[in-house]
């Protein structure tokens, strides 16, 4: 047994020499660590740091404002924490048991923003490292979120040629449990992310295909195909994973909501329909986004009417002035009108969710108002805090058990 | 267009309140920098920090011994370098170009090991983050291991049914480019981690679909689909993916390496022969794994000699005293008879490859001594350094080339 550990041990030292950090000294101490009373204990050990700060979405927000262009920008940023030293650890632990929900945070460390090293659960959002913070609870909805022994479902990374790129893009694509060993074909959601966001964000921060596995093993949701795209249409797929090599990920790319990705649209679903068993047809298709997804999702809907049976905008970044400098303007023009056919042929569901304090409720609002003006029939949702991550969780689980009924 | 910039800005704040981070200040230097003479820029941001080092396996590795349970264990760890401090911006250049290949590198910050804030690219090994440095040269080998504008394969996390251990467990399956639309039958190779992986691992610090891409589209290997199973029997997925949750990775996990996995390896294969259009059988089935993968590839091999016409073992674990403990001593006894019937089948292949220095060398000269006496053909790599990814990345593509032919 002493030979075996020792050999054990060599081999793991092998593994990576890295590895020998994490089992003989190093960066040894706990984080984070949920307490039995709920609240939070995060640590960072360094003995000759000054300051170390904890930034994260648990903690009450900062109002926070600066001017760009001349015009004032208002915005919710992460609360801030001061973390404590004793024997070159520092440490805090939230005064308050932390909500259920799935979080994140960094450490500042005399000026400089870090991952915790301790918490091998990391994010990334666009060139932004976070460390990863779920806390599920049973009955809250955050065990949505959480990994269950329920039948899981495959994520696949798939490629297809885009005759309007001219090159091959990447998609993440959720096939429900069982599809595989069965013949049935299924209905398709697709989902869209937000600027800066490629095809892992949902899957990622957005937490989705646990949603759907959850869901789905309640009998809350229809076992479904979910499609991923990158809505960055001149991109061939996430950084890191397209043929740029090691590129700072930006947000600056071209291409980017001026018509092109909504006018390509057809040729995802066209792959789509011919790669999986699909129910081909508008009654079993829907489509939702958030933010530069939801502005995807509204246009993409109105140019195709008898695609989508069921659309879901979240956080939308309509009426944000992109539609005018529009390459493709044709995409955006005759709202009206567009509007006026899509209803004609009785869609099953426009869907609506929004934050209370979102910087896009008033372009939602005046957007609903149209909606009501016209006597068109449409679902909506307002919920607390503004365009986070927390609410599109919060609106993908309130919108999928809805489809296909 | 102003007005648009202010909103974008603010959309990508949305996304999420850290980016902005990315984007107005900051963690604002560049890291890792390839320079255009080849040697590699590191930098680093605080101006409290009393000594930041760098340490990363493109450096001369050092030469450490340590002592466990009475047992001197050598190993080879990454070299380390100082980062030289100018205004608040701790740096260091290598002093050599770096040979073209993929590196994983970390901080130390007063005796805190961090990854490089301002690189995106991660690798998790079992507990320990490290930051990622690929140096892709056309010529050079390690050109297989990024990303070109080839036809890709599809990369999927999938679910199966273990009988022997009454839960699902998670695995990667690539499927080759074309594999989607064509009805053709493929080969399958099954690939196998170290201890501590999972089936992950392969994947990220092992470029396995890099390689196979760009092979195939090189037309230097067959198309196949590739099998990444996770070996850890009693786990089941990748560590985060599983329903454990937020549970610190670590290597000590039940029923490794005693004869579990390799007795429950056939359910592996009826389930991927009955879920993908594979040839199954022998003539068209190779397995391979590194360390303790290359350890349950030698005895899944034996123990099924009508089951693999290839067999690759990388740096294998054998002859660790594993076999004398182990619950199912089955599988480890009758070395002999079994190396008999299997080589009096005629397999088209088994391959050994291990680095000079790794700690394995002797047992792995033992095991081809025995190989020898009994006039057992084999296919024998040796290559400089030791128990490293850098070796396994350099024998999967040598052994992949040879498949199915």
């Not at 040894?28 to 660590?33: D, K, M, Q, R």
């Not at 009955?139 to 979120?145: E, F, M, T």
């Not at 696949?156 to 069982?178: I, L, N, Q």
């Amino acid at each position: 047994m002493k030979k075996q550990l020792t050999i054990l041990a060599a081999l793991l030292i092998g593994v990576s020499a890295f590895a020998q950090q994490a089992l003989f000294g190093g960066a040894g101490v706990e984080s984070p660590v949920i307490n039995p009373d709920g609240t939070v204990t995060f640590r960072y050990q360094n003995r000759k740091a000054v300051r170390v700060t904890l930034s994260g979405d648990f903690l009450p927000v900062q109002h926070l404002e600066f001017e760009m262009n001349g015009q004032k920008i208002s915005y919710d940023a992460p609360g801030v924490a001061e973390l404590r030293e004793n024997n070159g650890v520092w440490e805090y632990t939230t005064p308050f048991a932390v909500e259920p929900e799935m979080y994140t945070y960094t450490f500042n460390v005399d000026g400089t923003q870090e991952i915790d090293p301790n918490n091998v659960f990391v994010n990334r959002d666009i060139a932004s490292l976070t460390s990863v913070l779920l806390v599920p609870q049973e009955g809250a909805r955050s065990d949505l979120y959480a990994i269950h022994r329920v039948p899981h479902g495959t994520v696949s990374k798939v490629w297809y040629h885009s005759d309007t790129e001219g090159f091959d893009r990447r998609m993440t694509v959720y096939t429900p449990a069982g599809y595989e060993s069965s013949k049935a074909k299924y209905p398709v959601l697709y989902v869209l992310h937000g600027i800066g966001g490629d095809e892992d964000a949902w899957v990622t921060q957005g937490r989705a295909t646990q949603i759907l596995d959850n869901l789905i093993a309640r009998g809350q949701a229809k076992p479904m195909i979910v499609v991923f795209t990158n809505g960055n249409i001149s991109q061939e797929a996430a950084p890191l994973e397209n043929s740029t090599g090691y590129t700072r990920p930006t947000m600056d790319l071209p291409q980017t909501m001026e018509g092109t990705f909504e006018t390509a649209f057809p040729e995802v679903v066209k792959f789509i329909d011919s790669h999986y068993r699909t129910i081909a047809k508008k009654q079993s298709r829907a489509i939702c986004g958030l933010s530069m997804g939801g502005f995807h999702t509204l246009y993409i809907t109105l140019n195709n009417p008898d695609m989508f049976n069921y659309s879901g905008m979240f956080s939308a970044a309509i009426g944000t002035g992109s539609e005018q400098t529009a390459a493709h303007k044709e995409v955006y023009e005759n709202v009206d009108g567009k509007l006026a056919t899509y209803f004609s042929k009785k869609p099953a569901m426009l869907w609506i969710g929004i934050g209370r304090t979102d910087f896009l409720i008033q372009s939602n609002n005046e957007f609903r108002a149209k909606l009501d003006a016209a006597g068109y029939p449409y679902k909506y949702m307002e919920t607390d805090g503004g365009h986070i991550w927390k609410n599109w969780r919060i609106y993908l689980s309130e919108f999928v058990p809805l489809l296909f009924k």
